[in-house]
């Protein structure tokens, strides 16, 4: 007598077995979406996040650094900085003696940072919608506070907040002399 064991599978039993299939990836692929999605934030969240460590890092090491050297010209008395809510030009100390440093924000809201009077670049950042703001004194009798420019002074701000308007705030202290 022989055997029937080794024809396969019938036809009944293929359908319902694609049946459960079809009803298995129906359930699974939305989830593998929202689970690639959610992947795709979280990452997007550490880019962020890694940005704005080093553009901390990096305006710490930049700005509070900043030089308070008097300059003494004919028709100009007063320290070499320049406070904008879009640029800041300060002194660095250089390998080879004071450079000039800028940081400043481009049209496409890019940070640019640059040194010398070719504007060596030093890094950038894109898209890093801040503003510039500096505390302190602007005139002698008045009370410390926060202005949008820090222009014609004769003392570096204390505090430079660069400040997106939603997140928290980076502030660098200046150390500057007094």
């Not at 999605?37 to 890092?57: C, H, I, M, T, W």
């Not at 406070?83 to 003696?97: A, S």
Request: proline fraction near 4%; aromatic fraction near 10%; hydrophobic fraction near 35%.
């Amino acid at each position: 007598m022989k055997r029937h064991c080794d024809q396969g599978f019938t036809l009944l039993e293929l359908l319902i077995s694609l049946t459960i299939l079809s009803l298995a990836m129906t359930l699974l692929i939305p989830s593998t979406i929202s689970i690639l999605e959610g992947s795709k934030r979280f990452s997007d969240k550490l880019v962020a996040v890694d940005q704005r460590n080093r553009l901390e890092n990096l305006l710490n090491k930049n700005l509070s650094s900043a030089l308070s050297i008097k300059i003494d010209y004919k028709d100009y008395r007063g320290v070499y900085f320049v406070g904008r809510p879009t640029i800041v030009k300060y002194l660095f100390p250089g390998e080879n003696g004071p450079e000039k440093r800028t940081i400043e924000k481009d049209d496409n809201g890019s940070i640019l940072f640059t040194r010398r009077i070719f504007k060596d670049e030093i890094a950038s950042f894109k898209n890093t919608q801040i503003e510039f703001f500096y505390f302190g004194k602007i005139k002698p009798r008045e009370n410390k506070k926060w202005h949008a420019t820090w222009v014609g002074n004769t003392k570096l701000p204390e505090l430079i907040k660069f400040s997106n308007g939603r997140n928290n705030p980076v502030i660098i202290k200046v150390w500057g002399e007094d």
